[in-house]
């Protein structure tokens, strides 16, 4: 059983690119949360989704930053017109139900120059 | 706002020599605490998660225990393949709120 995917693993963009990040939860997890570390702080709670539905967006910046797990695919961060301060490593976790033990991912690590 | 906090920043043992670590917290309702292993360039490994004052889990040189105010874990003997970030989270008990609260973690070296 093949555990939380992420990729890129790296990613370099350059101020006001682009940014997208992919998560593939384990499967049979239908709860996906988004985590971003930020050098030498710990890691800070994003957003929370279920399928189609975005539940909990109160950790997300309100501008440039945006959400999806649809129903067929990968959910998806994307980081829009990047800035150095979004470099990091963005975590994704899933969990099977709601208050499980949820699960991490690798890790995507952004370096924005 | 909930808060987690874990000392030491930083723990050098040597090989054999057992210790804790602590892991306190504010939180409306604790709907459970978890505890994470990190690697350096990898993502947090579960560990443990505690529901309630008085619970405890092992897993090999590794004990976690819970109080209503903070959560230790436990390294008995450990081995330089232990070394790692530990880090504590708490879950808060509101309705809908799945959201893990992290502490900043103890970064744990130990030498041979």
């Known amino acids: 059983n093949a555990g939380v995917m992420q990729n890129p693993r790296h990613l370099v963009r350059r101020r006001g690119q682009e940014a997208r990040l992919r998560c593939s939860p384990m499967k049979g997890h239908s709860h996906v949360y988004w985590y971003r570390q930020l050098p030498e702080e710990g890691l800070k709670f994003m957003v929370y989704l279920q399928k189609e539905n975005i539940i909990d967006e109160s950790g997300m ?19 829009q017109q990047v800035v150095r301060g979004d470099s990091a490593a963005y975590f994704c976790a899933s969990s099977p139900l709601r208050n499980n033990e949820q699960f991490f991912g690798p890790g995507t690590r952004l370096t924005v120059l | 706002e909930d808060q987690v906090t874990q000392s030491p920043e930083a723990l050098r043992l040597q ?10 917290y504010t939180v409306s ?24 004052a ?4 092992e897993k090999e040189r590794l004990k976690a225990t819970l109080t209503k105010k903070e959560s ?15 880090l504590c989270a708490v879950q808060e008990g509101v309705q809908g709120a799945q959201k893990l609260v992290f502490g900043q973690g103890t970064r744990l070296t130990i030498n041979p």
């Open chain 2, 29 to 52: 309702g604790l709907r459970g605490l978890f505890w994470y292993r990190q690697d350096p360039g990898k993502g947090p490994e579960f560990l443990f998660t505690l529901y309630s």
């Open chain 2, 72 to 86: 230790f874990l436990h390294i008995t003997a450990p081995k330089p393949e232990d070394s790692a970030t530990y």
């Open chain 2, 54 to 57: 008085g619970e405890e889990k």
């Open chain 2, 15 to 24: 090989e054999g020599e057992s210790s804790s670590l602590n892991c306190s």
């Open chain 1, 61 to 79: 910046p309100k501008e440039r930053f945006s959400a999806e797990f649809p129903k067929e695919g990968p959910s998806i961060l994307r980081i």
